[in-house]
C-alpha cells in the first residue's frame, strides 16, 4: 500500500522493542501489513531457555484477548491448549466450595501458560519472511529525532539500528518510555500497592487434579486474597497476595503453617506441608505497580502498547487483554489512516488513553475494594445479586465483570454504563422502598393497631431507669 513520503510499507521498517506477549502478538499483526519488522528482545530465546523464571506462570485469557489473537490467526492454537473456567470457586474459611457461574455456557475465562503463549506468538511472528527476532539485544537508548536505538549485546559490544516507526512493548519497566519522560506535556503517574504476590504449585493427587479444574479458585479474605489456576500438567499455580509487612512477618516453616491454618487451612493439604514450606521462600514476594501516561507516541515515530503504555495491579485479569486489544485498536486505525503513521499515531493515543486509563482504574479499584471488604460471604452475596439483576433486567442491567470480560465494549463505556445502572437500581430500590412505606401507613392507617398511647412522662422514667 502506498502512502504519504512515497515509501511503501515493504520499504518500512517497523522496529518491534519487546518480545513479550504484546509485542510477539503485534510483530505478527505489523508483518501481514508487510512492513520490515525487527522485534528486539532483551532475553535469550525463550524457547530455547531451559527453564523461565519470570512472572506468573499462568493468565487468565477473555474476550478481548482472544480476539487480538484470532485476527492472526492464532485463536484456535492457543484456546486449545487453554483450560476453560466456566465459574468462580469461592473457598470459605470453613472450607465450603461454592461455585458461581461466569454467565451463560459460552461464558469462560481461559487459565493459559504464558511461557507457551509467548513461545507460540515468537513461532508465529517468525513465519512471516519480513519479520526477524533479535534476541540477547537489550535497548539501552534511543532518539525520538531520527529513530535510532542502540542495543547492548550480552558480549558487551553495542548494536544500533534505525527505524521508521518503534513499537514501545518493553513492559512496565520500559526503556522506550524514558524517551517520553524528558518531553513536555507528557502526563505520567506510577503507583505501588502496598501488597506483593507469591505463587505456589499445587501438585496433582493420584495423577489428577486436587481440585476441580474447570475453575477459578478463590480464597477472598479481605487483605489476604488467595487465588488458583489450573495447568495442563493438572497442578494448580497458587497464587498469594498479601501486604509486604505481613510477608515479613512470615519468616520460618512454622510461621507459613501457622498463617495458612488461620486463612487457608483447605489449602494445605492439597499444597502439601513440606513442599509449603519451602516453596514459600523460594522466591521474595513480587511488587505489583500500577502505571499510567499520556500520550502514546512521538511525532510519527514512536508508540507505546501493551504494559509500557499502562501497567494494571492484576486484580481484574484485564493486563494482557488490554495489551492485545491495544493490537486490535491500532491495526484498525492503521485501516483508517491508510497506514499514514502522522495521521494513525495521534489517533491512537486519542482513542485508547481513555480505555487503558478506565483499566487501569477498575483494576485498582477491584483491588482496594477486596482487601476492604470482601470475604467469601461478601463475594458470593455480591455475585448473587448481580446475577438476579442481570435475570431479571436482562438487556438494562449486565454486570460490570461481564462487560469488561466477555465484550469488546470500551473499557469507558463499561464504566459508564455501570454508573448508570447503578443510578437505575438505586432508583428502583427507592421506588421499592417508598412503596413499601406509603402500602405500610396505608395498612396502618386503614387497621389502627389496638395499643394505648402512653404518657410522655412514663416514657422518660423508663428510659431513666435504664443504666446505660
Ligand atoms: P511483558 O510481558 O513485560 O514483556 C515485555 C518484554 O520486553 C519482555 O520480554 C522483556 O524481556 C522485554 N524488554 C524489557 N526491556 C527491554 C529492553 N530494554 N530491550 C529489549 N527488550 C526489553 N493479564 C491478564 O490478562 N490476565 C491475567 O490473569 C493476568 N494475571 C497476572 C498476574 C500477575 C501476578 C501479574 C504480575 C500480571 C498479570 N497479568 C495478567 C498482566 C500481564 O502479565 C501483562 O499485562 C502482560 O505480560 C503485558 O505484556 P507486555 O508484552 O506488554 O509486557
Ligand atoms: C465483590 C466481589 C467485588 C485476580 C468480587 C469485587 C477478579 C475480580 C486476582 C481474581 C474475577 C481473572 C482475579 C472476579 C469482586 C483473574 C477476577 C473478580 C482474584 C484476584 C481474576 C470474579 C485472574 C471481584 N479474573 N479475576 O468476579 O470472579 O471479582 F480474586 Cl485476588
Known sequence: MMESGGKSSKDKVVAVVGGGLVGALNACYFARRGFQVEVFESRDDIREA???????????????????LSRVGMEEKIVSKGIPMHSRMIHSLNGKQSPIPYGKKGQYIL??????????????????????????HKLQDWSPDT????????DGSTQSLQADLIVGCDGAFSTIRKQFLRRSRFNFSQTYIPHGYLELTMPPVAGEFAM????????????????????????FTCTLFMP??????????????EF?????????????VE???????????????????SPYHINDRCVLMGDSAHAVVPFYGQGM?????????????????????????????RVRVPDDHTIADLAMYNYVEMRAHVNSKWFLFRKKVDDILHFLLPKTIVPLYTMVTFTRIRYHEALQRWHWQNKVINQGLLVCATGAVLGGSYLIAKHPPKIQSIPIEKVWDRLLSLKV
Request: glycine content about 4%.
Open 212 to 235: 476441580k479444574p474447570n475453575y477459578l479458585h478463590i480464597w477472598p479474605r479481605n487483605t489476604f486474597m488467595m487465588i488458583a489456576l489450573p495447568n495442563l500438567d493438572k497442578t
Open 111 to 136: 487459565s493459559v501458560d504464558r511461557a507457551n503463549l509467548n513461545k507460540e506468538l515468537l513461532t508465529e511472528a517468525e513465519r512471516y519472511p519480513n519479520a526477524k527476532m533479535n534476541f540477547d
Open 260 to 272: 495458612f491454618l488461620e486463612y487457608f487451612p483447605d489449602a494445605i493439604p492439597l499444597i502439601g
Open 147 to 154: 529513530g535510532l536505538m542502540t542495543f547492548l549485546r550480552p
Open 50 to 68: 531451559k527453564i523461565v523464571r519470570g512472572r506468573s506462570i499462568n493468565l487468565a485469557l477473555s474476550h478481548r484477548g482472544r480476539q487480538a
Open 244 to 257: 509486604f509487612d505481613e510477608f515479613e512477618k512470615i519468616t520460618t516453616g512454622d510461621d507459613v503453617m
Open 321 to 349: 487483554n488490554a495489551g492485545f486489544e491495544d493490537c486490535i485498536v491500532f491495526d484498525e486505525i492503521m485501516d483508517q489512516c491508510n497506514e499514514d503513521f502522522s495521521a494513525v499515531l495521534p489517533e491512537y493515543t
Open 275 to 293: 513442599a509449603l514450606k519451602t516453596d514459600y521462600f523460594r522466591l521474595p514476594a513480587q511488587a505489583m505497580v500500577s502505571i499510567k501516561c
